[in-house]
């Protein structure tokens, strides 16, 4: 068997779909993209489109390292989303091949579900009880919501009791059997960080996602990490199992690689398996479409040291089109009592809607990152 084509489909409302096609008629699917880089990451996907095609594309192994190891340059986003979209495709065709998901090829499964999460409002939470209250009738157990909007280094007593006020809120709704993430999203200096994570503690949050900005490092994290008990979960901007180690040296509870950003399948694999030597869980960051959710899925069931999967149907990003909307089928994603189910399906476990996506990628995209300033006209981080 031989790859034969690489294609790529920008959908709404942000994702980028890649379709690797081989002589025997078997394709696989993946995710590469960055979120408002989308078209950047597509012209590196055909950049190493020269590396793949002609090649057998069961020597999954073989081609990570190639696709990692080929270029002097490498790592950081684009190239390791890039990378990761090959990766989701030809685990997606190995598992086709042998008739099998590929959460048999890593291993077998290790649980018979997987506990997801879903999103409560957007980036400046408002009726944040109301959102609570909408996703536990649809029966998840465990919410995220951000933080904050744009905040100072040194915020107003104001503004650090509003996020500890959104908190409380989520938490009556959730009750004490039921779990709360909050996400900082970097916006926050070490500094508030270090006093919100403080606050914070009597709501008991699942965990606190990217207090700091990853480009802060370790020491930053381990400041944070040690002024409270508060479990501290950081991830999505890290790109190789490089990377997170010093955030695991630093204390870091939760490990959050993107399957579309880390590496893919084969990465999250080995950077699960050093979490798991610190004691430390994974909950991959997963906000984008059905092709990422589908590996991380996969990933999940064969992970000992998994914890929660995000996902992202309605989430405050996707205006406009849902990951469902490219399936044939989407009842792999039927959510029951905040589980998924563990998929049967070959491969990845999902059937693309080929004729949907070609559509989809004749509007495309352009979706950028907001641009956020604070009240004296300085950049804020989003």
């Known amino acids: 068997m031989k790859i034969t084509d690489v294609e790529t489909f920008l959908v709404a409302p942000r994702w980028l779909f890649l379709k690797l096609s081989t002589d025997e008629g078997v394709v696989g699917w993946g995710e590469p993209v ?7 990451v597509r012209a590196a996907v055909h950049e190493m489109a020269d590396l793949l095609v002609g090649q057998d594309p069961l ?3 073989e081609h990570w390292q190639v696709l990692r190891r080929a270029g002097f340059y490498r790592g950081g986003p684009v190239l390791s989303s890039a990378a990761a979209g090959y990766d989701q495709a030809l685990w997606d065709i190995a598992g086709k091949v042998r008739g099998v998901p590929v959460h048999e090829l890593l291993g077998g499964p290790v649980r018979d579900r997987v506990r997801v999460y879903s999103w409560v409002g957007g980036d400046r939470p408002t009726n944040v009880g109301e ?3 909408a996703q536990v009738e649809q029966g998840f157990t465990a919410v995220k919501m951000n933080a904050c909007g744009p905040m100072a280094a040194i915020a107003t007593p104001a503004e650090a009791q509003g996020v500890l006020d959104r908190a409380r809120e989520a938490r009556a709704v ?3 059997h ?4 909050i996400d900082f999203h970097g916006r926050v200096s070490p500094a508030m960080a270090r006093r919100l994570v403080r606050m914070l503690e009597e709501v008991q949050p699942l965990f606190v996602e990217e207090p700091v900005l990853p480009e802060l490092g370790g020491d930053a994290l381990a400041s944070v990490v040690a002024a409270s008990g508060v479990p501290i979960a950081t991830g999505e901007r890290l790109y190789s199992r490089w990377e997170f180690k010093p955030v695991l040296d630093a204390g870091v509870a939760v490990l959050q690689p993107d399957p579309s950003h880390a590496g893919g399948i084969s990465e999250l694999r ?3 398996a050093l979490a798991e030597v610190y004691g430390a869980s994974i909950a991959p960051h997963c906000p984008l479409g059905p092709i990422s959710l589908a590996a991380s899925l996969q990933v999940a069931f064969a992970t000992p040291n998994f914890l929660i999967q995000e996902q ?3 989430i405050h990003y996707n205006g406009g089109a849902e990951y469902t909307d490219y399936l044939t089928d989407s009842s792999p994603f039927d959510f029951v009592d905040g589980y998924a189910g563990r998929p049967s399906g070959p491969g990845l476990g999902v059937e693309v809607d080929e004729v949907a996506v070609r559509r989809a990628a004749e509007t495309g995209h352009r979706w950028r990152s907001p641009l956020w300033r604070h009240d004296d006209g300085s950049v804020a981080e989003w």
């Open 34 to 40: 960055v979120e408002g880089r989308a078209e950047t």
């Open 59 to 61: 020597r999954i192994e």
């Open 131 to 133: 959102a609570v209250a």
């Open 174 to 176: 959730l009750g004490p």
């Open 178 to 181: 039921r779990d709360l993430a």
């Open 270 to 272: 080995r950077i699960a």
């Open 312 to 314: 992202s149907l309605r």
